[in-house]
């Protein structure tokens, strides 16, 4: 079963370019959530979606980022015009459909490492 | 002050060591507390969780939760070399968003043979 795929795992984008993250969550997992990773800071809850929905975008700056997880294909971290400031670790997670035992279980990717020049 | 805090370390202990690894937090509602390892370079790992106060085993991990005091705890018996990473605690289930989760800042412990 193969687990939380992430890619790129390392993206280099010059200011004032797009950058485009992608998952693939887990197989049964229905969805999907959005983490950064700031250097010397915490992980930090961006979005949590499921198939065609925004369910939370409560940590999500308002301009530059939007997420879709679409009925067919991977999740979408699109962050445009980037700035050095939006040079951190992406992580997406997933979780199984609510209302089992392991409703509560996240499960990371190995993160996508975005560097702005 | 902040919702989780989490002493940074670095912790360092000699292999076979008892490690304990602390949080606070100050948000009453959170209703379950995960605990991630998250090494160098890599996502982080689920360990395991408890949901409400109480002890929870696994192997060589022990995880205590005492909501009285909002303090968090992960026991880790006989260290060995491999369990060198980063602690994350992690709780969650406040209010409304039940998924969300708020991350401390981690540990960083390395066990030296």
């Known amino acids: 079963n193969a687990g939380v795929m992430q890619n790129p795992r390392h993206l280099v984008r010059r200011r004032g370019q797009e950058a485009r993250l992608r998952c693939s969550p887990m197989?049964?997992?229905?969805?999907v959530y959005w983490y950064r990773q700031l250097p010397e800071e915490g992980l930090k809850f961006m979005v949590y979606?499921?198939?065609?929905?925004?369910?939370?975008e409560s940590g999500m700056p308002k301009e530059r980022f939007s997420a879709e997880f679409p009925k067919e294909g991977p999740s979408i971290l699109r962050i445009q015009q980037v700035v050095r400031g939006d040079s951190a670790a992406y992580f997406c997670a997933s979780s199984p459909p609510f209302g089992g035992l392991d409703t509560y279980e996240q499960y990371f990717g190995p993160g996508t490492r975005l560097t702005v020049t | 002050q902040k919702e989780v805090e989490q002493d940074p370390g670095p912790l360092s202990v000699p292999e076979g060591a008892i490690v304990s690894l602390n949080c606070t937090y100050s948000n009453s509602a959170f209703q379950y507390f995960m605990w991630y390892r998250q090494y160098s370079r890599k996502g982080p790992e689920l360990l395991m969780y408890t949901y409400s106060s109480g002890n929870k085993e696994d192997g060589r991990f022990t995880a205590q939760v005492d909501k009285s005091s909002k303090y968090i705890s992960l026991f880790i018996r006989d260290s060995q070399p491999s369990d060198s990473a980063t602690y994350l605690c992690a709780p969650g289930g406040s209010g409304g968003s039940n998924y969300k989760l708020t991350f401390g800042k981690g540990t960083l412990l390395t066990v030296n043979p």
């Open positions: 979606l499921q198939k065609e929905n925004i369910i939370d």
């Open positions: 197989k049964g997992h229905s969805h």
